[in-house]
């Protein structure tokens, strides 16, 4: 299910919600700037980082919520005084939420949904379905491509899947800063794969199943056939993490943490996490909703 679907789910469900926003950050925090959290009387969605701090929190929001309050701030120091060891502060801003807050967040999610880092994911075999099925629950929309209808229905993941007579095509017409996982049935074809992604110059990701031999062929094919291709940005082993074990669901496991280090290193120190906003601004409230 897609974020913007399971909020927009929660939200038309739930009559009463407060949103939590994390609205600064000074030192070490578990999250960043700019997340948020729904709390409705019996239910949740999303997260500000769980703890100490996310309990009292939900706390906070469901005495809102009992005792008509609209607006709260908190202050909270992620040290002892909670029994937490960040060391750093937050602040956070409690509103009980109208129909118009409401719509503003389907609104928001369903743009962070459209901003999604795409991961293509090139064979859909047991190690392609494997990737599937661990990318699904990630900040990323996974596409799985191959051109064998009959592998792609043995995929159960809830991600995009596509049946393509010319998959280099899918490579081609996805947006910069994708990344892309090789791992075809034929080695001709990675090589084609591989060698269209990396010909893009603007991947985040580029990856193909093998070894340190295929590598070295690849590198041999490039020079030959794409003009002396440099393969200097592809990553082959992927997964390459020492790891014997070669059961499908392993190796995903370990290329799907190489892809998600690539995908978010540039950002996640400072961007909030599924989100790109400012922080929010407004009036301190005090716990009657009294403006200040």
Known sequence: MTVPGSLSKFLSTQHSVIRVALTRVRGSSPRN???????????????????QLEFMAINAARDMLRDGVLH?????PLGPEIGQCCGGRVELKLTRMRASDKWAATERAAQREEALPHVYVMGAG??????????Q???????????RP????????????????????????????????????????DFLLTSAALERQDAAYVGMIGSAT??????????????????????CPIGASGSRDKRPSVIAAFVVAEVMAELTSET??????????????GHYHDRKGRSA
């Open 214 to 235: 295929k590598r070295v062929k690849l590198r041999n094919w490039a020079h030959k056939h794409c003009d002396g291709q440099s393969i200097e940005h592809l990553k």
């Open 150 to 189: 009959e592998e792609i229905e043995l995929c159960t993941a809830s991600v995009e899947t596509r049946v393509s007579a010319i998959p280099e095509s899918d490579v081609w017409g996805a947006p910069a800063r994708s990344a892309f996982i090789v791992l075809t049935h034929d080695h001709g074809l």
């Open 33 to 51: 700037e700019g997340t948020e959290m729904f709390v409705a009387p019996g239910a949740l969605w999303g997260t500000i980082g769980g703890g």
């Open 72 to 76: 709260q701030d908190l202050d909270v």
């Open 268 to 281: 996640a120190a400072t961007a909030p996490t599924g989100a790109n906003q400012a922080p929010l601004q």
């Open 137 to 147: 629950h990630l900040p990323v929309r996974c596409i799985l491509v191959d051109t």
């Open 126 to 135: 047991h190690v392609g379905r494997a990737l599937a099925n661990q990318l």
